[in-house]
C-alpha cells in the first residue's frame, strides 16, 4: 500500500515532463501576409527578365533621416477613397527633397503616369486611347527606351505628354555614388537633347522605388522632383498579366484625388483596362492633369 504515492509522484513527473517537451507552436509562427501589409507595386526592372527587383519595405518605424542604406517605396491603401499614408520617416524625407508621391488637392485632380524601360507593342495603343480621350500622361523613360523607340519618344513629346527621367541605366540609386547617380541623370538629358533638341521634363521615378535621403537630396540639386506613386498593383510581368477587368476594378476601388497612378508600358492589362478607366473617372468628376498643372 505504501507503493501506491510513490507510482502516483512518478507518474505526475512524467506528465510533467512530457508537457514542458511539447513543441512551442508560436515560436517562429508563419508570417500573416495580409496583417498589416503594407502595399506598394514596385517598378519593374525595365530590362528583361521582368521580375520586380525589391519586394515592399515592410517596417513603420524607418528612420526619418536616412543617409544611405536603401528604403523601399511603399504606401498603405484604404477603402475610403482617401490619401494613401506612408511611413512618416518617408514623408519628411520627401518634404525636405521635392519629392511626391500623391498632389493633395480639392478639384479631383489625379496624375497618370507611365513607366517605360522597353517595348512590346502597347504604347502605340496607350497613346491612341489618351488622345482619342484628350488625356495627357507622363511617361518616365530609359536609355534602353530611347535608343529602341526614337519615335514613339517623339510622339510622347509631339502629343503633349511630360517626358521624365527614369535613368539611363536603371540602376539601385540607394547603393550608387552621387556622381555615377548624376552621370545616369544626365547622360538620359543629353540623349533626349540629342533626339528632340528639347529639354527633358524635370521630374524622375527612382528605378525600382528605392531611394535614401542622399539620392533623393542629390536628384533635387539636379533640379528634379523625385516622383513615387499612391497607386500600383502588379502590371510588371508581361507573363503574369491581372487581366483588364481586375485593373479597372483596382482603380475604381483605390481611387483618390491627387493620386498619382503607376502603370508600366508593357501591359497588355493596363492597355486593354484604359479607355475604359478613364471614361468611368471622368464621369465620377476627377480631372486627368499634369504635374505642375
Not at 136 to 147: N, S
Not at 174 to 183: A, D, F
Not at 189 to 204: C, I, P, Q, V, W
Not at 272 to 290: C, H, K, P
Request: with cysteine.
Amino acid at each position: 500500500m505504501k507503493r501506491k504515492p510513490i507510482v502516483l509522484l512518478a507518474i505526475m513527473i512524467m506528465l510533467l515532463l512530457g508537457g514542458c517537451m511539447e513543441p512551442n507552436i508560436n515560436e517562429n509562427p508563419e508570417p500573416n501576409q495580409n496583417q498589416n501589409q503594407p502595399v506598394d507595386k514596385t517598378p519593374a526592372p525595365e530590362k528583361k527578365p521582368t521580375v520586380p527587383a525589391n519586394e515592399p519595405n515592410n517596417s513603420s518605424n524607418a528612420p526619418a533621416s536616412n543617409t544611405a542604406g536603401t528604403l523601399s517605396w511603399y504606401f498603405v491603401r484604404n477603402n475610403q477613397h482617401q490619401y494613401p499614408d506612408t511611413n512618416p520617416g518617408y514623408k519628411d524625407m520627401l518634404a525636405q527633397n521635392q519629392a511626391i508621391y500623391i498632389i493633395p488637392n480639392e478639384s479631383k485632380k489625379i496624375y497618370l503616369t507611365f513607366d517605360c524601360g522597353y517595348e512590346l507593342g502597347y504604347t502605340g495603343q496607350i497613346l491612341d486611347t489618351l488622345a482619342d480621350n484628350n488625356v495627357k500622361a507622363a511617361f518616365f523613360i530609359t536609355g534602353q527606351y530611347i535608343k529602341t523607340q526614337p519615335d514613339l519618344v517623339k510622339r510622347m513629346q509631339a502629343e503633349g505628354h511630360l517626358v521624365c527621367n527614369h535613368s539611363f541605366n536603371h540602376p539601385d540609386f540607394s547603393t550608387i555614388s552621387q556622381s555615377k547617380l548624376n552621370q545616369e541623370i544626365t547622360s538620359l538629358e543629353n540623349s533626349y537633347r540629342d533626339l528632340t533638341g528639347l529639354e527633358m521634363d524635370k521630374y524622375l521615378r527612382p528605378p525600382m522605388g528605392n531611394f535614401n535621403s542622399n539620392s533623393l537630396k542629390w536628384t533635387k540639386e539636379l533640379g528634379y522632383t523625385s516622383v513615387f506613386w499612391s497607386m500600383a498593383w502588379k502590371d510588371w510581368d508581361p507573363q503574369q498579366q491581372p487581366g483588364a477587368d481586375y485593373v479597372y476594378q483596382h482603380v475604381m476601388d483605390n481611387i483618390h484625388p491627387g493620386a498619382v497612378i503607376l502603370m508600366h508600358a508593357v501591359s497588355q492589362s493596363d492597355t486593354d483596362a484604359l479607355n475604359r478607366i478613364i471614361t468611368e473617372l471622368q464621369s465620377q468628376g476627377y480631372v486627368f492633369s499634369t504635374f505642375g498643372s
